[in-house]
C-alpha cells in the first residue's frame, strides 16, 4: 500500500495568483522579496479600491498564465508513482466565498493543462486542510498541517520565510526550499 502524500498548489506547484493580478491591477511590478504577509492584498489600503480589486480578480482567468514552480515537472511524476498523491488546494477568498466558482474553474483548467498526466481524482478542493489524514503533507502555510499528518514539509515562500528553524521544529515541521530538496527527502 503506497503511502499519502498530500501537497499543497499555491506557492508550492505554482507560483503565486495574486502576485500577478496585484501588478495588473494596480499597474506594478511587485516581486516576492517586496513582501512577507501572506495577505498580499494588504498592499492596497484603500478599502474602496480593495473592493474594486476583487471585483477586477473574479472577472480574470487568474490561472491562466501562472508560472509552474521550477523542479515540479521532473519531480511530480515521481511522486506520483511512488506514493497515492493528492493535490489540495483552497479556493476561498475570505468575504469572497460565493465568488469561488471562478478561482476553482481557472484553477481546474490549469490543472487540466499543466498537469495532464494526474487524474481529477486526485484535486481536492477545501477550505480546512487541517482535517486532512496523510503520511506527507508538503505546504506552505505552517496552520495548513492538521494532528493528522504525519511528515510535514513546509517549502519556502515569500510569506514564510521569516518564520524560525525553532518555532517550526515545535511544530514538527521540516522546511524545504525547493522541489529538489523534496526529490531528496521523498524520492
Not at 493528522?148 to 513546509?154: A, E, P, Q, S
Amino acid at each position: 500500500m503506497k503511502k499519502i502524500l498530500v501537497i499543497d498548489i499555491d506557492d508550492v506547484l505554482v507560483d503565486s495568483y495574486m502576485f500577478i493580478m496585484l501588478n495588473k491591477f494596480l499597474g506594478t511590478n511587485y516581486k516576492e522579496e517586496d513582501f512577507s504577509n501572506y495577505y498580499l492584498e494588504d498592499a492596497i489600503k484603500d478599502p474602496k479600491k480593495l473592493d474594486e480589486y476583487y471585483k477586477f480578480i473574479f472577472t480574470q482567468d487568474m490561472y491562466k498564465d501562472i508560472p509552474v514552480k521550477a523542479g515540479v515537472q521532473e519531480v511530480l511524476p515521481k511522486l506520483n508513482e511512488k506514493y497515492d498523491l493528492l493535490l489540495c488546494t483552497d479556493f476561498l477568498i475570505p468575504n469572497y466565498e460565493w465568488q469561488a466558482d471562478k478561482e476553482f474553474i481557472s484553477k481546474f483548467n490549469m490543472l487540466k493543462e499543466k498537469f495532464s498526466y494526474l487524474n481529477p481524482k486526485q484535486f481536492i478542493f477545501m477550505r480546512r486542510k487541517q482535517l486532512l489524514h496523510a503520511d506527507i503533507m508538503i505546504d506552505d502555510k505552517p496552520t495548513n498541517f492538521g494532528d493528522y499528518i504525519g511528515k510535514k514539509l513546509m517549502l519556502t515562500a515569500y510569506h514564510n520565510k521569516n518564520i524560525s528553524d525553532n518555532e517550526l521544529k515545535t511544530k514538527n515541521i521540516e522546511r524545504v526550499n525547493s522541489w529538489y530538496d523534496i526529490a531528496k527527502i521523498l524520492l
